[in-house]
Protein backbone atom coordinates (compact mmCIF):
# COMPACT_ATOMS: atom_id res chain seq x y z
CA UNK A 1 0.00 0.00 0.00
CA UNK A 2 2.33 3.02 -1.51
CA UNK A 3 0.14 6.47 -1.38
CA UNK A 4 2.05 9.12 -3.36
CA UNK A 5 1.70 12.83 -3.46
CA UNK A 6 3.94 15.61 -5.39
CA UNK A 7 4.09 19.08 -6.02
CA UNK A 8 5.82 20.22 -9.48
CA UNK A 9 9.09 19.23 -8.46
CA UNK A 10 9.23 16.57 -4.88
CA UNK A 11 7.55 13.68 -4.43
CA UNK A 12 6.38 12.14 -0.98
CA UNK A 13 5.58 8.19 -0.84
CA UNK A 14 3.88 6.95 2.30
CA UNK A 15 4.10 3.20 3.09
CA UNK A 16 3.92 1.00 5.78
CA UNK A 17 7.58 0.23 5.09
CA UNK A 18 9.37 3.56 4.33
CA UNK A 19 9.69 6.09 7.19
CA UNK A 20 7.68 7.68 8.72
CA UNK A 21 5.65 11.07 6.66
CA UNK A 22 5.61 13.79 8.60
CA UNK A 23 2.30 16.44 7.81
CA UNK A 24 3.50 19.84 9.24
CA UNK A 25 0.25 21.24 11.46
CA UNK A 26 1.23 24.50 11.94
CA UNK A 27 -0.55 26.56 9.17
CA UNK A 28 -3.87 26.78 10.93
CA UNK A 29 -5.30 29.35 12.74
CA UNK A 30 -6.62 27.74 15.58
CA UNK A 31 -5.82 28.66 18.90
CA UNK A 32 -2.74 31.74 17.02
CA UNK A 33 -4.35 34.73 17.36
CA UNK A 34 -1.69 36.48 15.29
CA UNK A 35 -1.83 33.78 12.29
CA UNK A 36 -5.71 34.34 12.42
CA UNK A 37 -5.03 38.46 12.19
CA UNK A 38 -2.57 38.34 9.83
CA UNK A 39 -5.05 36.23 7.66
CA UNK A 40 -8.18 38.27 7.91
CA UNK A 41 -6.08 40.86 6.72
CA UNK A 42 -4.87 39.16 3.63
CA UNK A 43 -1.19 39.26 4.65
CA UNK A 44 0.59 35.65 3.68
CA UNK A 45 3.62 36.91 5.78
CA UNK A 46 3.41 34.52 8.22
CA UNK A 47 2.14 31.61 6.34
CA UNK A 48 5.16 31.55 4.55
CA UNK A 49 7.53 32.00 7.80
CA UNK A 50 5.12 29.23 9.24
CA UNK A 51 5.70 26.77 5.85
CA UNK A 52 9.65 27.95 6.04
CA UNK A 53 10.12 26.84 9.69
CA UNK A 54 8.32 23.10 9.41
CA UNK A 55 10.26 22.29 6.25
CA UNK A 56 13.15 23.24 8.02
CA UNK A 57 12.15 20.99 11.27
CA UNK A 58 11.51 18.41 9.54
CA UNK A 59 7.64 17.99 7.92
CA UNK A 60 7.50 16.29 4.42
CA UNK A 61 4.06 17.53 3.88
CA UNK A 62 2.48 20.95 4.80
CA UNK A 63 -0.96 21.02 5.97
CA UNK A 64 -2.70 24.39 4.88
CA UNK A 65 -5.91 25.72 6.66
CA UNK A 66 -6.92 29.31 6.50
CA UNK A 67 -10.05 28.59 8.55
CA UNK A 68 -10.36 31.94 11.16
CA UNK A 69 -13.75 33.86 11.95
CA UNK A 70 -14.66 36.32 9.64
CA UNK A 71 -12.43 34.20 6.52
CA UNK A 72 -13.64 33.99 3.36
CA UNK A 73 -11.99 30.40 2.55
CA UNK A 74 -12.63 30.08 -1.14
CA UNK A 75 -10.53 33.55 -1.81
CA UNK A 76 -8.45 32.66 0.80
CA UNK A 77 -7.22 29.11 0.61
CA UNK A 78 -5.85 29.27 -3.14
CA UNK A 79 -3.91 32.77 -2.45
CA UNK A 80 -2.63 30.90 0.62
CA UNK A 81 -1.52 27.65 -1.22
CA UNK A 82 0.26 30.46 -3.85
CA UNK A 83 2.10 31.43 -1.02
CA UNK A 84 3.12 28.40 -0.01
CA UNK A 85 4.07 27.50 -2.86
CA UNK A 86 6.41 30.31 -3.57
CA UNK A 87 8.64 29.71 -0.30
CA UNK A 88 8.96 25.43 -0.52
CA UNK A 89 8.45 22.86 -3.12
CA UNK A 90 7.19 20.07 -1.08
CA UNK A 91 3.43 18.81 -1.47
CA UNK A 92 0.59 20.13 0.17
CA UNK A 93 -2.05 18.70 2.49
CA UNK A 94 -5.30 20.90 1.36
CA UNK A 95 -7.38 21.71 4.33
CA UNK A 96 -10.87 22.82 4.97
CA UNK A 97 -14.69 21.48 5.08
CA UNK A 98 -15.62 23.75 1.83
CA UNK A 99 -15.80 21.96 -1.00
CA UNK A 100 -15.66 25.23 -2.82
CA UNK A 101 -12.70 26.37 -1.22
CA UNK A 102 -10.82 22.78 -1.49
CA UNK A 103 -11.52 23.28 -5.70
CA UNK A 104 -10.22 27.05 -5.79
CA UNK A 105 -7.33 25.87 -4.28
CA UNK A 106 -7.06 22.38 -6.64
CA UNK A 107 -7.08 24.56 -9.16
CA UNK A 108 -4.04 26.72 -8.23
CA UNK A 109 -1.88 23.39 -6.80
CA UNK A 110 1.17 22.70 -8.93
CA UNK A 111 1.04 18.40 -8.43
CA UNK A 112 -0.94 15.80 -6.58
CA UNK A 113 -2.41 17.17 -3.32
CA UNK A 114 -3.48 15.87 -0.43
CA UNK A 115 -7.06 16.71 0.75
CA UNK A 116 -8.09 17.08 4.80
CA UNK A 117 -10.24 15.58 4.56
CA UNK A 118 -13.52 13.31 4.19
CA UNK A 119 -15.11 11.30 6.51
CA UNK A 120 -18.26 9.06 6.48
CA UNK A 121 -21.17 11.41 6.65
CA UNK A 122 -23.54 11.23 3.74
CA UNK A 123 -22.98 14.88 2.75
CA UNK A 124 -18.93 14.95 3.46
CA UNK A 125 -18.75 11.55 0.70
CA UNK A 126 -20.90 13.53 -1.54
CA UNK A 127 -19.58 16.75 -1.54
CA UNK A 128 -15.50 15.72 -1.09
CA UNK A 129 -14.74 12.44 -3.17
CA UNK A 130 -15.90 13.88 -6.28
CA UNK A 131 -13.32 16.28 -5.96
CA UNK A 132 -10.75 14.00 -5.12
CA UNK A 133 -11.76 11.66 -8.19
CA UNK A 134 -11.58 15.02 -10.42
CA UNK A 135 -8.37 16.09 -9.28
CA UNK A 136 -6.53 13.04 -9.05
CA UNK A 137 -5.87 13.82 -5.37
CA UNK A 138 -5.41 11.75 -1.92
CA UNK A 139 -7.71 12.24 0.81
CA UNK A 140 -7.74 11.47 4.93
CA UNK A 141 -10.79 9.70 5.43
CA UNK A 142 -11.04 10.53 8.87
CA UNK A 143 -13.76 7.47 11.20
CA UNK A 144 -16.54 9.86 12.24
CA UNK A 145 -20.09 9.93 10.16
CA UNK A 146 -23.85 11.15 11.14
CA UNK A 147 -23.65 9.91 14.14
CA UNK A 148 -20.59 10.98 15.41
CA UNK A 149 -17.35 9.79 15.85
CA UNK A 150 -17.77 6.16 17.16
CA UNK A 151 -16.92 5.29 21.09
CA UNK A 152 -15.67 1.92 19.95
CA UNK A 153 -12.48 1.18 17.77
CA UNK A 154 -14.99 -1.61 15.76
CA UNK A 155 -17.39 1.02 14.89
CA UNK A 156 -14.49 3.41 13.39
CA UNK A 157 -12.91 0.37 11.70
CA UNK A 158 -16.85 -0.16 9.89
CA UNK A 159 -16.47 3.75 9.33
CA UNK A 160 -13.28 2.94 7.52
CA UNK A 161 -14.31 0.43 5.09
CA UNK A 162 -17.44 2.54 4.40
CA UNK A 163 -15.33 5.51 3.09
CA UNK A 164 -13.26 3.34 1.21
CA UNK A 165 -15.75 1.11 -0.13
CA UNK A 166 -17.71 4.94 -1.77
CA UNK A 167 -14.26 6.03 -2.89
CA UNK A 168 -13.14 3.04 -4.75
CA UNK A 169 -16.95 2.88 -6.46
CA UNK A 170 -15.77 6.21 -7.71
CA UNK A 171 -12.54 4.93 -9.10
CA UNK A 172 -10.27 6.02 -6.32
CA UNK A 173 -7.42 3.81 -6.00
CA UNK A 174 -7.47 2.48 -2.10
CA UNK A 175 -4.05 3.58 -1.73
CA UNK A 176 -5.16 7.16 -2.16
CA UNK A 177 -7.06 6.65 0.77
CA UNK A 178 -5.12 7.76 3.92
CA UNK A 179 -7.31 6.72 6.98
CA UNK A 180 -7.11 8.65 10.83
CA UNK A 181 -9.12 7.10 13.10
CA UNK A 182 -9.49 10.32 15.60
CA UNK A 183 -7.97 10.51 19.23
CA UNK A 184 -10.04 12.42 21.47
CA UNK A 185 -8.83 14.19 25.08
CA UNK A 186 -7.74 11.80 27.56
CA UNK A 187 -8.29 14.04 30.23
CA UNK A 188 -12.43 13.60 29.55
CA UNK A 189 -12.63 10.17 28.90
CA UNK A 190 -9.27 7.64 30.10
CA UNK A 191 -10.37 5.57 27.44
CA UNK A 192 -10.17 7.89 24.50
CA UNK A 193 -6.17 7.22 24.16
CA UNK A 194 -6.71 3.11 24.06
CA UNK A 195 -10.13 3.26 21.47
CA UNK A 196 -8.14 4.91 19.02
CA UNK A 197 -4.77 2.77 19.03
CA UNK A 198 -7.14 -0.31 19.31
CA UNK A 199 -9.10 1.42 16.11
CA UNK A 200 -5.70 2.06 14.29
CA UNK A 201 -4.26 -1.67 14.92
CA UNK A 202 -7.82 -3.02 13.47
CA UNK A 203 -7.68 -0.99 10.31
CA UNK A 204 -4.28 -1.56 9.22
CA UNK A 205 -5.39 -5.59 9.67
CA UNK A 206 -8.35 -5.80 8.15
CA UNK A 207 -7.54 -2.84 5.14
CA UNK A 208 -3.76 -2.74 5.07
CA UNK A 209 -4.13 1.56 4.55
CA UNK A 210 -1.34 4.04 5.31
CA UNK A 211 -2.89 6.27 8.41
CA UNK A 212 -2.70 9.73 9.78
CA UNK A 213 -3.37 10.88 12.56
CA UNK A 214 -3.49 14.47 14.66
CA UNK A 215 -2.14 12.90 17.75
CA UNK A 216 -2.19 16.42 19.82
CA UNK A 217 -5.57 16.07 20.39
CA UNK A 218 -4.94 13.41 23.30
CA UNK A 219 -3.50 15.67 25.73
CA UNK A 220 -6.06 18.92 25.58
CA UNK A 221 -6.63 20.00 29.17
CA UNK A 222 -3.33 18.16 30.46
CA UNK A 223 -0.27 19.16 32.07
CA UNK A 224 3.14 18.71 30.26
CA UNK A 225 1.11 18.37 26.99
CA UNK A 226 4.41 17.50 24.97
CA UNK A 227 5.56 14.38 26.49
CA UNK A 228 2.04 13.28 26.92
CA UNK A 229 1.81 13.80 22.74
CA UNK A 230 5.33 12.28 22.03
CA UNK A 231 4.10 9.45 24.21
CA UNK A 232 0.86 8.83 22.46
CA UNK A 233 2.64 9.26 18.70
CA UNK A 234 5.22 6.33 19.05
CA UNK A 235 2.84 3.89 20.56
CA UNK A 236 0.09 5.34 17.35
CA UNK A 237 3.08 4.66 15.02
CA UNK A 238 3.74 1.20 16.82
CA UNK A 239 0.30 0.67 15.78
CA UNK A 240 0.37 1.48 12.41
CA UNK A 241 0.40 5.65 11.96
CA UNK A 242 3.37 6.57 9.26
CA UNK A 243 1.46 10.38 8.18
CA UNK A 244 0.91 12.37 11.22
CA UNK A 245 -0.21 15.60 11.58
CA UNK A 246 2.07 17.50 14.05
CA UNK A 247 4.48 20.12 14.82
CA UNK A 248 7.52 19.09 13.51
CA UNK A 249 9.81 21.08 15.43
CA UNK A 250 8.21 18.90 18.47
CA UNK A 251 7.68 15.55 17.03
CA UNK A 252 10.71 15.23 14.23
CA UNK A 253 12.66 13.48 17.52
CA UNK A 254 9.73 10.84 18.88
CA UNK A 255 9.43 10.23 15.10
CA UNK A 256 13.08 9.87 14.25
CA UNK A 257 13.16 7.50 17.39
CA UNK A 258 10.56 5.46 16.97
CA UNK A 259 11.09 4.74 13.30
CA UNK A 260 14.20 3.23 14.66
CA UNK A 261 12.86 1.18 16.94
CA UNK A 262 10.37 0.42 14.80
CA UNK A 263 13.01 -1.36 11.84
CA UNK A 264 12.58 2.22 9.35
CA UNK A 265 15.72 3.15 9.89
CA UNK A 266 18.65 1.56 8.24
CA UNK A 267 21.73 1.06 10.69
CA UNK A 268 20.07 3.77 12.52
CA UNK A 269 21.91 6.37 9.83
CA UNK A 270 18.77 8.99 9.76
CA UNK A 271 18.61 9.20 13.27
CA UNK A 272 22.32 9.22 14.42
CA UNK A 273 22.34 12.27 11.55
CA UNK A 274 19.88 14.22 13.71
CA UNK A 275 21.55 13.66 16.72
CA UNK A 276 25.01 15.27 15.03
CA UNK A 277 23.36 18.16 13.25
CA UNK A 278 21.96 18.86 16.53
CA UNK A 279 24.92 18.60 18.64
CA UNK A 280 26.40 20.90 15.64
CA UNK A 281 23.85 23.48 16.64
CA UNK A 282 24.50 23.43 20.01
CA UNK A 283 28.00 23.86 19.63
CA UNK A 284 27.83 26.98 17.06
Not at 261 to 279: I, P, Q, W
Amino acid sequence: MRTVVHSATKKVAIAPDLPTVIIGERINPTGKKLLAASLAEGDMSRVRSLAKTQIENGAHILDVNVGAAGVDEVDLLPKAVKAVQEVTDVPLCLDSPNATALKAALDVYDGKALINSVNGEEASLNRVLPLVKEYGAAVIGLTMDDAGIPKTAAERVAVAKRIVERAESLGIPREDILIDCLVLTVSADQTAAKTTLDAIAGVRAELGMNMSLGASNVSFGLPDREEVNSAFLAMAMAMGVNAPIVNPSHALKTVLISDLLLGKDEFGMTYVSYCRRMARAQQS
